[in-house]
């Protein structure tokens, strides 16, 4: 592709730009674009033009677009571009050891944004840096999958607030030292927003918005590649409406998926995201990233073009919001997630893979995929972060690589179909209170539902759950990257068994787990000798000693074999010293002994309990025992891998 193309459109831009007068704003603000633009245009033209240059009008279109990031820029109010300002010299702010998320649903966690508010002290306390409120934006009633179905993006959920709360609440957590995180949901509109209102009325422009077909020729030739998401709610990717014709639909029949092939969509979802971040919002989590470009002849999911037109979206924050970060949720093949993780792309990311080996090697006592997994999977570009979680608001599914378990003799499908059995307590011996999500008999693929007490065992065995529980937060505290609490886990919560009653609800098993606010757990958090006091003791003393410890910034680690295929090791290295992470995943006792740790002197410490230990008597660790020990290396030596 010829690029001297970029300098000719550079210059017709600028003159676009300075002839629109309602977008010349202050000298300042032209200057700080103009800035912008010599930065960031080159490249945002040739993503732009390898999505779009096929067509006669893709330098208006590009005109277009730049036009309305510099009057999004211009309105960005001054708080924030201080905060741009700041985070400029700051980049790396989202890889601190300091940071800690939690998440949550407006309504069940604290009724409304004012409610939010007033749970501020609570975040404080716990020791948040980063809330992600769940979709809180108009949404259909009562279908409305969690609020991914957006009706407008510019108007709060009314039940929740207004955009104002919103942007109050925004600053108040900027005052609080803790950043907002809110879904983009860019893969599909709901069926009641305007955009689709007018599509289903007929209108072609609002129409080329969506993938509608007047016909099956089409959904029948796209449906050839294409997996099946929710196979409860519809089979297929497409639905039809009441005039005939059939619109593609990933998720549920209401949330109908947006066509980027056209341009007009691009512009329009970029005006959403401003508008968005001139709200406050510092991190957008982008949903369901893996769908959103498709293509004929192959299965639409991870096309190389979601990953241009992430880069795409990703300028168009440089050159008008530019400390706004981008949040990957790809909940696919590892391969597939690494290559949303990238500074240009998606800085930070859900660590899905993590996630769901913790529950394996809990249900097996066995870390071998786990320790694998960070071994080959956890290292990440420079100036990325992973966000590492136990659960989250959606199911778990086990989306480990079947060539890695291959590797250690494991069959990924039969080793799936033991997981989800383990899980739903249909295993002998299983501690698990899960639920299926998705069964789907005609691929035998399930996911699990269910909160982190009940998974791991709460209801039928209160001491040993709890040990785990902690087991399993000590890993996403302590690999790297920002661990992300799904808030009511901290205090035990259990699973919600009468989430069908509610309105629109009985269809989707997530609600299980997405239960309303423990008023009563949270106040036991105080009360010595309960489990929530335990647990979230635990959870606490790890926050703390994690945000003074160093070695915990960033996501570097080195793998450490035990040659113990219960305990899970791992070292995370810093100057001169390396914190050791040791967590015994069986259900009793387990000795290392005293060569396992040869390459290290053999006092120190560990960080959790502050006690000395000595490493050349070897060591033994508890049942669900964690430490995290500091070591120096034996003279001379640098971190290493034991084998
Ligand atoms: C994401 C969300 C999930 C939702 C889906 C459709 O995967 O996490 O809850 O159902 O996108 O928006
Ligand atoms: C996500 C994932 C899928 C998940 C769903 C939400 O995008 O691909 O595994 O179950 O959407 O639940």
């Known amino acids: 592709m010829d690029f001297s193309g970029g300098t000719t459109a550079l210059s017709h831009i600028r003159s676009a730009l300075a002839h629109t007068p309602d977008i010349s704003g202050s000298a300042s603000d032209d200057a700080d674009f103009q800035a912008h633009l010599d930065m960031h245009f080159a490249e945002l033209c040739e993503l732009f033009h390898s999505l779009y240059g096929g067509r006669a009008d893709w330098l208006d279109q590009l005109t277009a677009l730049i036009q309305q990031c510099a009057q999004s820029w211009r309105e960005r109010p001054a708080g924030l571009k ?31 944004l004012a409610g939010v508010r007033a749970r501020i002290p ?65 893969n599909h509109t709901s069926n009641e927003h305007e955009w689709a209102t007018k599509a289903a009325a007929g209108d072609p422009e609002f129409s080329d918005y969506y993938w509608m077909h007047p016909d099956r020729t089409m959904p029948d030739a796209f449906e050839k590649d294409v997996r099946e998401i929710f196979p409860d709610d519809h089979p297929g990717s497409f639905v039809q409406q009441a005039d005939g014709r059939w619109v593609w639909t990933t998720f549920h029949t209401y949330q109908w998926d947006l066509n980027y092939s056209n341009p007009d969509v691009f512009r329009a979802m970029a005006g959403e995201m401003l508008f968005l971040a001139n709200q406050g919002v510092d991190i957008l989590r982008m949903d369901a990233v893996a769908f959103i470009w498709k293509q004929l002849g192959t299965p639409s999911e991870n096309l190389p073009q979601a990953h241009t037109l992430l880069r795409a979206f990703n300028k168009v924050c440089r ?69 590492n979680y136990v659960r989250s608001h959606d199911d778990i599914g086990w989306t480990f690589a079947d060539e890695d378990a291959a590797e250690h003799g494991i069959n990924g499908f039969e080793h799936r179909r033991f997981l989800n059995s383990f899980y739903v307590n ?24 269910g909160t982190t007490a009940s998974l791991a065992g709460l209801e039928q065995d209160p001491v040993h759950a709890v040990s785990r529980i902690l087991l399993a937060h000590s890993v996403i505290f302590s690999t790297g990257g920002i661990p992300l609490l799904y808030l009511g886990d ?24 997405r239960p309303h606010y423990p008023a009563a757990q949270y106040a036991r958090r105080e009360e010595p000798g309960t489990l929530e006091s ?16 160093a070695e915990f ?70 049942a669900h025992q964690y430490v995290w020990l500091r070591v ?3 003279d001379g030596e640098q971190p290493r891998n034991d084998e």
């Not at 035990?492 to 009653?501: C, E, H, P, T, V």
């Not at 006792?589 to 230990?613: I, N, R």
């Open 490 to 513: 901290e205090v035990g919560q259990l699973n919600d068994y009468q989430y069908a009653l509610e309105d629109g609800h009985d269809a989707d098993s997530r609600w299980v787990h």
């Open 319 to 387: 050159l008008a919001a530019p400390s706004m970060l981008f949040k990957s949720e790809a909940i696919v093949h590892p391969d597939e997630v690494a290559k949303y993780i990238d500074p240009a792309e998606c800085q930070i990311s859900y660590n899905p893979l993590q996630m769901a080996l913790i529950w394996d090697s809990l249900a097996t006592r066995n870390v071998t995929l786990l320790s694998a997994a960070l071994e080959q999977r956890h290292t990440i570009p420079d100036g990325t972060a992973w966000v």
């Open 553 to 622: 910034a960033g996501t570097r680690l080195i793998d450490f074999h035990t040659g113990n295929p219960g305990v899970l090791a791992y070292q995370r290295p810093g100057d001169g010293t390396v914190v050791l992470m040791l967590a015994n995943f069986t259900d009793f006792p387990q000795v290392l002994p005293a060569a396992t740790f040869s390459g290290f002197m053999p006092a120190a410490v560990d960080l959790l309990s502050d006690e000395p230990w000595r490493l050349d008597g070897g060591l033994a660790l508890a």
């Open 426 to 449: 249909r295993f002998p011996g299983s501690f698990a209170r899960g639920v299926p999500f998705q069964d789907n008999p005609k691929t035998g693929d399930c996911r699990i539902s």
């Open 82 to 112: 201080a905060m741009d300002a700041e985070r400029a010299g700051n980049t790396g702010w989202f890889q601190s050891n300091t940071m800690l998320g939690g998440v949550c649903y407006v309504d069940r966690y604290a009724e409304d």
């Open 632 to 634: 120096r290396p034996q």
């Open 122 to 186: 609570y975040f404080k306390e716990l020791g948040l840096t980063y809330l992600h409120l769940m979709p809180l934006f108009l949404a259909p009633e009562p279908f409305s999958d969690g609020g991914y179905a957006v009706s407008s993006y510019r108007q709060v959920n009314p039940m929740l607030g207004t955009m104002e709360d919103l942007t109050v609440l925004a600053a108040d957590l900027r005052a609080n030292g803790i950043s907002l995180v809110v879904d983009f949901i860019f």
């Open 534 to 549: 335990t647990i979230y003791a635990g959870l606490r003393r790890m926050i703390e000693v994690r945000a003074h410890t």
